[in-house]
């Protein structure tokens, strides 16, 4: 069955500093991939997404992602990080008709 | 572009009382929308698949007669909670599909219901 999975529930970086959260999935073919940040109280806005082409992929708000297919990765990074980014990050996949939501990663930045 | 818009954005019912939500593409056609629901600190639970002129596919385990769910038209979709009790409370996030792609969704604001 597809899964994604996002090992770290919570991470505290200090602001300025840079961030990588971590996103792996289970799939048989290579899925259509995706970083979404939500705010408390708020709707999801997509950060970046990777459908195919080039492995690094350019988002908004100075982050990046890259995809891995032998790892099975794409993980979310920033080179450094603004207290504005606090939030809950959530990886997502496209698979076979379906769409499937890690479950989350909530940043603190603390100054 | 691309932008989806719920309302309200929260409300609150009494227990028994029906609740509507509404889900709308503001600049482009969805044939597609999808609702999900979100508990505190948790991930986005997909609930029901929602197409233009046709019934709702629903998720094991969702009460379809209790969500309701209407797309009427290719900018607006709808979910009714009927006789809500409060473990009906909850976030409720929709999305809408923009295009050829299906999997590039666009996410709501989400409406935050309490039953009471």
């Known amino acids: 069955a597809q899964s994604v999975t996002q090992p770290d529930i919570h991470i505290t970086v200090s602001e300025g500093a840079s961030l990588e959260l971590r996103c792996n999935y289970s799939?048989?073919?290579?899925?259509?991939l995706f970083w979404y940040v939500q705010s408390p109280g708020q709707g999801l806005q997509l950060l970046l997404k990777y459908f195919s082409g080039d492995t690094l992929v350019q988002g908004i708000k100075g982050f990046e992602a890259e995809f891995k297919r032998s790892q099975s990765s794409f993980n979310l990074r920033k080179p450094s990080v603004h207290w504005s980014d606090a939030a809950e990050y959530f990886c997502a996949v496209g698979a076979g008709n379906q769409f499937y939501f890690g479950t989350g990663t909530s940043l603190t930045v603390i100054p | 572009g691309a932008v989806v818009s719920q309302h309200p954005s929260w409300v609150i019912c009494k227990s028994g009382t029906s609740v509507k939500i509404e889900c709308r593409s503001l600049d482009f056609q969805a044939t597609t929308m999808f609702w999900y629901r979100q508990f505190p600190k948790q991930s986005l639970m997909l609930m029901a698949t929602?197409?233009?002129?046709?019934?709702?596919?629903?998720e094991q385990g969702v009460e379809k007669d209790k969500f309701l769910i209407n797309h009427a038209s290719l900018t607006l979709s709808t979910l009714t909670v009927t006789s809500a009790h409060p473990e009906d409370s909850s976030f409720y996030i929709c999305s809408a599909v923009s295009g050829d792609i299906s999997y590039e969704q666009y996410f709501g604001p989400g409406t935050r219901l309490t039953v009471t």
């Open positions: 929602s197409n233009e002129g046709s019934k709702a596919t629903y």
């Open positions: 799939y048989g073919a290579t899925p259509y």
